[in-house]
C-alpha cells in the first residue's frame, strides 16, 4: 500500500475572522431603524472595509493566515448576533470550506473561504463609524459579540468626539472599558495592522488613541463596498471621501475636531482607480461625502480626472457637499457640471446673521446666497439647503416668517432642516458640559430630530413641534408647485423633481423619520429591541406592525396622488417658459432695499 506524500502538500491557511459592522440606532419605541433599501451607504463602512482588503491582501497576520472579511450595513441587513457568533466559530474552527449563514448571519462579501487544518488565527468585531446616536445600539451588539468571547473594538465619531474634546470619559464610554469592549479614536489609515496582530495575540489594548496623528491620503487604501452591498440602498450609489478636514470654525461641527481643519485630501490617480473598480461593478453614481469638497485642495485635479473619464466613455455621476462661497472659486462651479455633479447640498443653516455669527459660521454671507444658488443652477446641478432649527434668536414665529423669505427670494430645490443638537466632539457641546448645562443623556436621541438641550426663547414643546412644522411649511402645495415651475425654465425633468420633493416630505410625515435616515420599506424584526423594553408577543406585534405598514404607506401612495395632481396643474399650464418670480430673478444692486431677506442683515 503506497503512502501519500503529505509533506508535499501545500499548508493550508489559518482564517482570521474581521467582522465589520456600521450600526444603525433605536427608534422612539426602542426598534432597530432598518429597511429594505436603505437611503445612502455607509462612507465609514466604505472606507474601514477598503482598509482591511488592503490589510487582507498584504497579509499582515502572515503568510499563513486567511484574513476573512465580512461586512453589514445594519440600515439595510438585520444582525443575527447569535448567527454570526456561531459562522465566526466555524470559520475560526473549521478544516475545510466555510459557509454562510445568508442574510441574517452576515453576508459573506470579500475575504477568502479556503480552509484550515491547523486551527483558527482568531477573530476581530468591529463596530465601524459609529456616531453617537448609533452608539447605544453598537454597545448593545458589542455586549453580545463579548459575552460570546470575542473580541470587539468600537470606532467613529462618537468616540473620537468625546476624547477630542472632554476632559473626562463619559459614562458610556467607560460602560464599554469596564465590560472588556476596545475603544478606537482616529483614523484608521496606517493602524489597522496594529489592531489586528493585537486581535490574533489576545491583546487588544483598552483605547486606541490617533486623533494627534492625522494620516496622509495620498495613496491609502481607498474606500469601496461590493456591489451586493451598494444594491441595498435606494439609489445604488457608492461614496468616497475624496479628502478629510474642513478651515472652517462652525461651533455645532465635530469634523473639524476629529479630522482637523488642515486639507488632507485623495490623489487623482487613487479617486480614478476608486471609480474604475465600482465602474467595473456597475455602479457609476457617487456620493462625495468630503465635507467640504470646495476645500479640497485637489478639487480641480479631481474634477480633470472626472471629467475625462466622462470623455472616455464612463458615465459618472455625483452628489458633493460644499459651501455657500463656491461661486467664488474660480472655474470650481463649472467643472464640477463638467465632471457628472448633479446635486450639491450646502449647509445654509440660517438666514438670520446673528444666528450664523453665534455659530462661527462666518464663511455664510446671505448677501451672497442669491448668486451662489443661481450660478449652481445656470449650470444644470440642483440645489439641496441644510437648515438648523433652534438657534438662540429662534422662535416658532420667526421661524415661520424665514421660511416664507426662503420661498420667496432663494431659489433652492430641496430643504433639510435639522434641530440644533450639541453633539459630542463639537465645540457647542464641550462648552455646555464645561458649564454643567443639563443635557439630554441618552445618545439615541442625538440624531438632529430629538430636542436634547433647553432653549432661550423656546419650550421644549414648541421646538419640537416648529421642527415638525416647518417641513409642512416648506414642502406646502404651493411651494412645490413654484419649484415644479422653476424646474421647467431650468431644464429639469419635472417628474425626476417631483420624486425628490416627494422622497423629502414623506419620510417625516409617515415614518417620522428624517428622509436621510430614511429607506424603502421598513423592516422591524421583534426581538431586535432595545434592552429594558419588553419583548411584545407575536400576536400584538405582528397585528400592529402588518396595521402601521397599512396605514403608513397608505398615507405615502395619497400624498403621491397628491403631488401628481400638482405636476399635472403645472403641466398644463401654457407658456411655461415665460414663468418667473422673485428667486429667479437675476441678482441687481438695489435688491438690499427690496428684498426681505435683507432685512435681518440690514439689523445685524
Known amino acids: 500500500m503506497s503512502i501519500p506524500n503529505t509533506l508535499s502538500r501545500p499548508r493550508a491557511r489559518r482564517p482570521f475572522q474581521l467582522l465589520l459592522i456600521k450600526p444603525s440606532h433605536y427608534d422612539d419605541d426602542g426598534y432597530v431603524i432598518q429597511w429594505w433599501r436603505s437611503s445612502i451607504p455607509s462612507n465609514s463602512l466604505a ?14 497576520l502572515g503568510e499563513d493566515v486567511e484574513i476573512e472579511v465580512t461586512v453589514l450595513d445594519e440600515t439595510n441587513t438585520r444582525i443575527d448576533t447569535a448567527g454570526l457568533i456561531r459562522q465566526m466559530r466555524r470559520g475560526i474552527d473549521r478544516n475545510g470550506r466555510g459557509e454562510s449563514d445568508g442574510d441574517g448571519g452576515g453576508d459573506r ?25 448609533q452608539y447605544p445600539r453598537a454597545l448593545d451588539l458589542a455586549r453580545g459579540f463579548k459575552a460570546a468571547g470575542l473580541p470587539v473594538v468600537i470606532g467613529g465619531f462618537h468616540v473620537s468626539g468625546c476624547l477630542s474634546m472632554l476632559d473626562h470619559r463619559p459614562s458610556e464610554l467607560q460602560a464599554a472599558l469596564d465590560e472588556g469592549i476596545s475603544l478606537f479614536a482616529g483614523e484608521l489609515e496606517g493602524r489597522l495592522d496594529r489592531l489586528l496582530l493585537d486581535a490574533a495575540a489576545g491583546q487588544l489594548e483598552p483605547i486606541y488613541n490617533y486623533l494627534s496623528e492625522l494620516p496622509d491620503l495620498t495613496g491609502a487604501p481607498t474606500p ?12 445604488k450609489r457608492a461614496s468616497f471621501d475624496a479628502g478629510r478636514g474642513c478651515p472652517f470654525l462652525c461651533s455645532f461641527c465635530t469634523i473639524i475636531n476629529v479630522q482637523g481643519r488642515k486639507s488632507r485630501h485623495r490623489s487623482a490617480d487613487d479617486v480614478e482607480s476608486l471609480i474604475r473598480a465600482n465602474a467595473a461593478d456597475g455602479t457609476r453614481n457617487f456620493f462625495i461625502t468630503d465635507d467640504n469638497f470646495a476645500r479640497n485642495r485637489n478639487w480641480e485635479a479631481i474634477f480633470d480626472r472626472i471629467i475625462a473619464l466622462r470623455e472616455s466613455g464612463v458615465p459618472i455621476h455625483l452628489v458633493i457637499q460644499a459651501d455657500t462661497q463656491t461661486h467664488r472659486i474660480k472655474g470650481f462651479i463649472e467643472k464640477a457640471a463638467a465632471a457628472g455633479v448633479n446635486r450639491v447640498f450646502i449647509g445654509l443653516e440660517s438666514i438670520n446673521p446673528a444666528s450664523l455669527k453665534g455659530a462661527q459660521k462666518g464663511q455664510n454671507k446671505i448677501g451672497d446666497y442669491r448668486a451662489m444658488l443661481q450660478a449652481w443652477h445656470a449650470v444644470g446641478v440642483l440645489t439641496y439647503a441644510g437648515y438648523i432649527i433652534g438657534f438662540p434668536d429662534d422662535t416658532p414665529e ?3 416668517r424665514d421660511i416664507q423669505i426662503i420661498q420667496r427670494e432663494l431659489p433652492i430645490d430641496i430643504m433639510e432642516f435639522f434641530i ?6 463639537s465645540k457647542d457641546h464641550q462648552q455646555l458640559v464645561q458649564q454643567g448645562v443639563e443635557l439630554e443623556p441618552d445618545m439615541n436621541q442625538y440624531d438632529t430630530q430629538h430636542v436634547t438641550m ?6 421644549r414643546a414648541d421646538w419640537e413641534a416648529i421642527y415638525r412644522e416647518v417641513w409642512d411649511l416648506y414642502y406646502s402645495d404651493e ?20 420624486a425628490k420633493l416627494f422622497a423629502f416630505h414623506a419620510p417625516i410625515v409617515h415614518e417620522r423619520m428624517h428622509p436621510l435616515e430614511g429607506g424603502l420599506i421598513r423592516r422591524k424584526v421583534r426581538r431586535d429591541r432595545r434592552p429594558g423594553l419588553p419583548i411584545e408577543h407575536p400576536l400584538l406585534f405582528y397585528p400592529k406592525f402588518a396595521w402601521d405598514f397599512v396605514i403608513k404607506y397608505g398615507g405615502a401612495y395619497r400624498m403621491h396622488r397628491h403631488y401628481k395632481r400638482i405636476l399635472e396643474r403645472v403641466m398644463a399650464e401654457p407658456d411655461p417658459l415665460a414663468y418667473t418670480d422673485t428667486a429667479m430673478q437675476p441678482v441687481s444692486v438695489d435688491e438690499r432695499q427690496r428684498l426681505e431677506i435683507f432685512a435681518n442683515v440690514n439689523a445685524a
Open 47 to 60: 472606507a474601514v472595509y477598503g482598509n482591511a482588503l488592503d490589510a487582507a491582501e498584504r497579509r499582515v
Open 109 to 133: 462579501d470579500g475575504g477568502s473561504d479556503n480552509g484550515s487544518d491547523s486551527g483558527g488565527g482568531g477573530a476581530l468585531v468591529g463596530l465601524v463609524g459609529v456616531q453617537s446616536n
Open 454 to 459: 433647553t432653549h432661550p426663547r423656546m419650550s
Open 224 to 235: 469601496y463596498l461590493p456591489a451586493a452591498r451598494i444594491k441595498r440602498t435606494m439609489g
Open 479 to 498: 411651494h412645490v408647485a413654484t419649484v415644479l415651475r422653476r424646474c421647467r425654465v431650468w431644464g429639469y425633468d419635472p417628474k425626476n423633481m417631483l
Open 398 to 400: 420667526s421661524i415661520r
Open 420 to 425: 440644533l443638537t450639541p453633539l459630542p466632539g
